[in-house]
Structure formats: C-alpha cells, structure tokens
C-alpha cells in the first residue's frame, strides 16, 4: 500500500494517492527489501519541482509502470528538503556516475542502501541515448534477479569510490583578492551575473562583493554587483507585479525564469538588495527590498508566523500559467492606451518572450510616469490574482526560516521597517518553541506540528545567524543567549574530529547513513559549515571572552580549510568569502551606548545605514551587553565605539565624526 499519507511534507502528499507502494524513508522499508531480496527504487525531489511534477505524471500516476515497479521494488519516497542528509548522499553518487545531477533523483539500492545506479528524469516512451523509465525498470530488475552478486559488487565499488573522496579539506590561505579577479574574470560582460544559461542568482557571491567594496572601496566590486542586481531586477526572472524572485532564469539574459519561488533565495536577495541601498543612490536597491519583504510577508508567511519553503513552478500543471502575459491581455484589464504603454513597458510583445505567444514581464528602465505605472501595477497585479494560483509548499524549514529571520531583521533596521523585524521575531519564536524538541532542532514543521527529520548543520548555523542578528536589532539579550546554545550543540556535535575547523553535515548521533555528507561548497544556500563559520564569527565579538576565543579559532581555521574552495571556484565559495571579508575587518564593530532615556543621539541609525554587510553593530545601555562592557556615555552624551578586530579608534559622539570612522 502507498504509505504517504500521514507525511508532514506537501512533496509526499502529492504522492500519496498514486498507485506506487510507497514508503517513506525509514528502516523498516530496507527490512521489507532484505525480507523481499529486491532493490530499492529511491525517488527524491521537491514540491515546487517542474520536472519533479513531469515524471509523476507520465509514470508515477500509471497504473502498468507502477505495478512493475511494487513488484520488482521498494519503493522510498523523499523530499530532499526534508531529508537533504539522504539527497546529499546519493547525489553525490548520482553526479559520479552520470556527470550531473538534479531533481527528480532517481536512485537504485541494494537492501544496504548501497547506490547501484543512478540518474534523474526518465520519460515514458524512449528518447535518443535514454531508455523509457518502464525499460529501466526492467533492466534493472533483471540484473538483480540474473546477476545479483555482480550488482552488489558494483555497489560496493561505488561506495568506496564516493568514500574515497571524504577527506577534509587542506588547510591554506583566503585571498579575497584573487577571488575578486576570478570572478571578475567569469563575470558575463553582456547580460550581468556569470556564466552562462541557466543563470542563477548568486546573492552570495553578491554579498561578498559588497562587503568587499566596504572595506577597499573596490570599484570593480561595486560594478559587478551593481550591474547584477539591477539586471535580474529588471529582468523576468523577478516578478515586476508582486514582487520576489524565480529561481533561476533559463536563459543568460534573465528573461525567462524558471517560476518557482524559494523562501531561502528571496531571503538571501533581500539582503543583498538592503545592503546595496547603502552604497547605491539609484533607489533600485530600497525598491527592491521592500517588495521582496513584501512578497515574504504576503505570499509566504504562515499562520503560525514562519514562512513557508516555496510557490510552485507550475500552476494547474502549466508553467507560468500565472505569470505570462499577452498584449491582448493587458489591454482587457488596462485599456487599449494603458495596455499598448503597459506592453511597451514591460516588454510584452507579440511573438512573446516566453512560450506560446506569452510574454514573462520586464521592467528595463523605470518609467517616465512613476504614478501611471504604480496605477497600472495595482490593476495587473488584482487580475492576476483572479487567474489560478500555484501551489505552496507551507512546511517551513529551519535553516531557511533562519536566512528570512536575518534579511528581515536586518533590511528592516537598516530601511526603516519596524513590522519586518516584528515579524522576524515572531518566526524566531515559533522555530525556538516547535523545532526544538529536547533540546536539538528538528528540520521542518508544517501547520504547527514538527517533522521528525533531525536538524542538520545548516539549521544551527542558519538560524544562530538569524537570532544573533536579532539580538543586535533589538538589544535583547535573549536572542544572543539561544543563538549560543545552537552554535555550542554544532560544535560539539558536527566537527569533524580528523581537522579542526571542519565540520559534518549530520550530527554525531544523527542516523547513520551509508557515507556521512559533509558537502563545505556554497550553492543555492550557504553550506552548512560556511553558515557556522559565519555564526560563530559574529558570536565571536558578542560573547564573553571564554567562548570568543574558541569560536574565533574555529572561524580561523575553517576560513583557511575553504581557502582551496574560494581560489578555485568563488561562485561556489560566495558565503565562505563574506565570512572572510567580515574577518578580514576584524570583524568590524560598533558599541553605541545609549543615555539613560535610551536616546543615540543619531548615532545608531547612521551606523546601521553607513557600516558595510558583516558588521556588528550593538546600542544599549553601558554594561548591557559583552560589547558593550567597560565602555561608558562621553562628556554625558551618546557615544560609539568602532573597533576592528582588537583595535579599537577612539569613541565619538557625532554622527559625522562615526561617518568618518567607517569610511
């Protein structure tokens, strides 16, 4: 029978009526294979996943292809956001032996959950150079039958080639420099971003970039980010209407998005567009900002007060059925005059940019009558909420809750949006009650109750990240108290005892798995171990001295063990280099103590609108926080303090004097 049915994943819900046997990952389905002596079918994807929804469609929904599959197989079900632990490793195996990777993962195993073979996509009927997935299934269940041993000894060498790779990496030097050139180097002159299609958001990298022109005054720095973020921000990958960003864009120029919509992606890109708001006057970066807050809070946030992990890609099966527009369309809602302005605008033509006569839309200037379009915005953005909707994925994930938690209580004390921190904080509350379940984080939640899949290393640097921040913004003590609880259980628990500074991806007594990930590589979200550096970096300055000096060597050692990473690929190492560019600044602090009334006497706000991505920036009272000790009111006034690393310049008390100071 299909066993989904009381999943707390959307992902395995949308199977739980096919007439697959499925199970969910668990070691009693591996007993049913040993029982059995068959192989295991491992499927793995996502819920906003195109292709993901393609194959269980063609296949999974087939009643001929399913009954191959319950008799030959058992067959486990996993959504890799739940699980990414289990996704880490057979994509790793899957990457082996095919050249790339990708969801849906399509995986065999031995009963030992030992990967035999691997690929992804399999389509019903055959393609040039791919089987039909029903012949696969058939290949596959005759070798076992007719070449058991073989198949397993194939595993085997699998397994020990994968293993063969779990080393730690080689300790070295960061050189922030050189990663700046290498980029600069694959940048793409013509279209903004780097590489080429599809083209994905690297808000890391763009992160790294910033804080690199805040501590040089690189203008190739600024350049590169500027250009970046004002095409994907003009482009059709990011929703001119209500805001937030696509996934990726298919094409190099932007134009074509892949529709989803990821929580830990708009998270990240908040960010980096509030933090471009301090270096650019253009005003793209605040616009920005505030409608990607704005497309968090409207369209992702939960009951409960967490955000959920994603908008589909596809509406009623149909790619960009929401999204895509006509000329003739836009002048049904508009008008003829206002829909020909709105099409010329927003590049909406008659051949179409996207598929089928539809156009994706794109804003590449702004336009010379800002009230006409905000008029025209409204009424496009009403109708299109009267057209069908796509799906949301509402479980809510630690690690990215903890990136919406950062962007959020950051942008908002830096833009002026006191409802964004709010709304941080009642996410950190919800995570800090439901995900922690005798005393270690659990992964996900969905409608109040938490999943059962342990945290992984993310999770704990995501979220740490996300509470210290947090207790900048507000003063709290509180927040700093529980980011350091979570930093001190993933030290403890996810170090790799081979290397200092090197770290799991599991914990020490998370279920073990045929091979135990460890993947340092920055991708469409920090690494694990890149977050925990970065958390325990920043908790390095805010905590007493004990702790500062064992998280700053960690941080230390770490960086030097990513320094490989960063020299060879920086768009994979783009969180590694933020972390080491903040190092790099010491990193760099601003104590601001406040006068008995709680007043800064400017001095705050300045900071947080002036001081580059990366610094730590504490007000209260004297005494009120480890920053904040031995440091007192000047001459009776509001005074800062900036120091970087151990240095410290001397206090001031006017906000031009701490504009300077951070220059």
Same mark, same amino acid.
């Given at each position: 029978?299909?066993?989904?049915?009381?999943?707390?994943?959307?992902?395995?819900?949308?199977?739980?009526?096919?007439?697959?046997?499925?199970?969910?990952?668990?070691?009693?389905?591996?007993?049913?294979?040993?029982?059995?002596?068959?192989?295991?079918?491992?499927?793995?994807?996502?819920?906003?996943?195109?292709?993901?929804?393609?194959?269980?469609?063609?296949?999974?929904?087939?009643?001929?292809?399913?009954?191959?599959?319950?008799?030959?197989?058992?067959?486990?079900?996993?959504?890799?956001?739940?699980?990414?632990?289990?996704?880490?490793?057979?994509?790793?195996?899957?990457?082996?032996?095919?050249?790339?990777?990708?969801?849906?993962?399509?995986?065999?195993?031995?009963?030992?959950?030992?990967?035999?073979?691997?690929?992804?996509?399999?389509?019903?009927?055959?393609?040039?150079?791919?089987?039909?997935?029903?012949? #696969?299934?058939?290949?596959?269940?005759?070798?076992?039958?007719?070449?058991?041993?073989?198949?397993?000894?194939?595993?085997?060498?699998? #397994?020990?080639?994968?293993?063969?790779?779990?080393?730690?990496?080689?300790?070295?030097?960061?050189?922030?420099?050189? +990663?700046?050139?290498?980029?600069?180097?694959?940048?793409?002159?013509?279209?903004?971003?780097?590489?080429?299609?599809?083209?994905?958001?690297?808000?890391?990298?763009?992160?790294?970039?910033?804080?690199?022109?805040?501590?040089?005054?690189?203008?190739?720095?600024?350049?590169?980010?500027?250009?970046?973020?004002?095409?994907?921000?003009?482009?059709?990958?990011?929703?001119?209407?209500?805001?937030?960003?696509?996934?990726?864009?298919?094409?190099?120029?932007?134009?074509?998005?892949?529709?989803?919509?990821?929580?830990?992606?708009?998270?990240?890109?908040?960010?980096?567009?509030?933090?471009?708001?301090?270096?650019?006057?253009?005003?793209?970066?605040?616009?920005?900002?505030?409608?990607?807050?704005?497309?968090?809070?409207?369209?992702?946030?939960?009951?409960?007060?967490?955000?959920?992990?994603?908008?589909?890609?596809?509406?009623?099966?149909?790619?960009?059925?929401?999204?895509?527009?006509?000329?003739?369309?836009?002048?049904?809602?508009?008008?003829?005059?206002?829909?020909?302005?709105?099409?010329?605008?927003?590049?909406?033509?008659?051949?179409?940019?996207?598929?089928?006569?539809?156009?994706?839309?794109?804003?590449?200037?702004?336009?010379?009558?800002?009230?006409?379009?905000?008029?025209?915005?409204?009424?496009?953005?009403?109708?299109?909420?009267?057209?069908?909707?796509?799906?949301?994925?509402?479980?809510?994930?630690?690690?990215?809750?903890?990136?919406?938690?950062?962007?959020?209580?950051?942008?908002?004390?830096?833009?002026?949006?006191?409802?964004?921190?709010?709304?941080?904080?009642?996410?950190?509350?919800?995570?800090?009650?439901?995900?922690?379940?005798?005393?270690?984080?659990?992964?996900?939640?969905?409608?109040?109750?938490?999943?059962?899949?342990?945290?992984?290393?993310?999770?704990?640097?995501?979220?740490?990240?996300?509470?210290?921040?947090?207790?900048?913004?507000?003063?709290?003590?509180?927040?700093?108290?529980?980011?350091?609880?979570?930093?001190?259980?993933?030290?403890?628990?996810?170090?790799?005892?081979?290397?200092?500074?090197?770290?799991?991806?599991? +914990?020490?007594?998370?279920?073990?798995?045929?091979?135990?990930?460890?993947?340092?590589?920055?991708?469409?979200?920090?690494?694990?171990?890149?977050?925990?550096?970065?958390?325990?970096?920043?908790?390095?300055?805010?905590?007493?001295?004990?702790?500062?000096?064992?998280?700053?060597?960690?941080?230390?050692?770490?960086?030097?063990?990513?320094?490989?990473?960063?020299?060879?690929?920086?768009?994979?190492?783009?969180?590694?280099?933020?972390?080491?560019?903040?190092?790099?600044?010491?990193?760099?602090?601003?104590?601001?103590?406040?006068?008995?009334?709680?007043?800064?006497?400017?001095?705050?706000?300045?900071?947080? +609108?002036?001081?580059?991505?990366?610094?730590?920036?504490?007000?209260?009272?004297?005494?009120?926080?480890?920053?904040?000790?031995?440091?007192?009111?000047?001459?009776?006034?509001?005074?800062?303090?900036?120091?970087?690393?151990?240095?410290?310049?001397?206090?001031?008390?006017?906000?031009?004097?701490?504009?300077?100071?951070?220059?």
């Amino acid at each position: 029978m299909n066993r989904l049915g009381k999943s707390t994943s959307p992902y395995l819900l949308q199977h739980a009526d096919n007439p697959v046997h499925w199970w969910e990952w668990s070691p009693e389905a591996f007993e049913e294979a040993k029982r059995r002596n068959v192989p295991v079918l491992l499927s793995v994807g996502y819920a906003a996943c195109h292709w993901c929804h393609v194959m269980a469609h063609e296949s999974f929904e087939d009643s001929a292809v399913a009954e191959l599959m319950n008799e030959h197989f058992v067959n486990i079900k996993v959504d890799r956001e739940e699980r990414p632990d289990v996704d880490a490793v057979y994509m790793a195996a899957t990457q082996a032996m095919t050249g790339h990777g990708g969801w849906p993962m399509t995986a065999f195993l031995t009963p030992d959950a030992e990967p035999f073979y691997c690929g992804t996509y399999y389509p019903p009927t055959p393609r040039p150079g791919m089987p039909s997935f029903s012949q #696969l299934l058939t290949a596959i269940a005759d070798a076992w039958r007719d070449r058991g041993d073989e198949v397993r000894e194939t595993a085997q060498q699998i #397994l020990g080639q994968l293993k063969s790779y779990d080393r730690p990496l080689p300790e070295g030097a960061m050189d922030l420099d050189q +990663a700046l050139w290498k980029l600069a180097d694959e940048f793409d002159s013509e279209n903004a971003g780097f590489g080429g299609a599809p083209k994905f958001p690297p808000s890391m990298v763009l992160e790294f970039l910033l804080c690199q022109h805040g501590r040089t005054g690189s203008a190739t720095a600024l350049d590169l980010a500027e250009r970046t973020c004002e095409a994907m921000a003009r482009g059709g990958m990011y929703d001119q209407l209500g805001g937030g960003f696509a996934r990726y864009s298919v094409d190099a120029g932007w134009v074509v998005p892949h529709f989803e919509k990821m929580l830990y992606d708009n998270a990240l890109l908040l960010r980096v567009y509030a933090h471009l708001s301090r270096v650019s006057d253009t005003g793209l970066g605040r616009r920005i900002a505030e409608e990607t807050a704005g497309f968090l809070l409207r369209d992702l946030r939960t009951p409960q007060g967490g955000f959920a992990a994603a908008l589909d890609a596809d509406t009623e099966g149909v790619e960009g059925l929401t999204y895509a527009w006509t000329p003739a369309q836009l002048t049904e809602v508009l008008g003829a005059e206002d829909g020909g302005w709105a099409a010329s605008l927003l590049k909406v033509t008659a051949d179409g940019t996207f598929e089928e006569g539809m156009s994706t839309l794109q804003l590449h200037e702004d336009p010379a009558d800002p009230d006409r379009w905000q008029r025209i915005r409204v009424l496009l953005l009403a109708a299109r909420d009267e057209r069908p909707q796509p799906a949301r994925d509402d479980k809510v994930v630690t690690a990215w809750n903890g990136q919406a938690i950062t962007a959020l209580a950051e942008a908002g004390a830096v833009l002026g949006h006191a409802e964004w921190i709010a709304a941080a904080a009642e996410a950190a509350e919800l995570l800090l009650d439901l995900h922690v379940v005798d005393g270690r984080l659990r992964r996900t939640s969905r409608d109040g109750v938490a999943g059962q899949a342990a945290g992984v290393l993310e999770d704990y640097g995501c979220l740490a990240d996300g509470l210290l921040t947090l207790h900048q913004v507000t003063g709290q003590s509180r927040w700093l108290d529980r980011a350091v609880e979570l930093l001190d259980i993933a030290v403890d628990r996810f170090a790799d005892e081979r290397a200092a500074g090197s770290f799991y991806d599991t +914990a020490d007594d998370a279920e073990a798995l045929v091979q135990r990930p460890a993947d340092s590589s920055d991708n469409a979200s920090p690494s694990g171990a890149s977050a925990l550096t970065g958390a325990l970096l920043t908790a390095s300055v805010l905590v007493g001295p004990d702790r500062a000096t064992r998280y700053r060597d960690l941080v230390d050692k770490a960086l030097s063990r990513a320094s490989t990473l960063a020299g060879h690929a920086p768009r994979f190492a783009g969180h590694w280099l933020t972390a080491a560019e903040a190092a790099e600044s010491g990193p760099l602090q601003v104590a601001i103590v406040v006068d008995p009334d709680g007043l800064d006497g400017g001095l705050l706000s300045l900071a947080r +609108a002036s001081a580059p991505g990366g610094t730590v920036i504490v007000a209260g009272q004297p005494g009120s926080a480890p920053l904040l000790a031995d440091r007192d009111l000047v001459d009776g006034k509001p005074a800062a303090y900036v120091c970087r690393g151990y240095v410290c310049d001397r206090p001031v008390t006017d906000p031009d004097d701490l504009s300077a100071l951070l220059r």
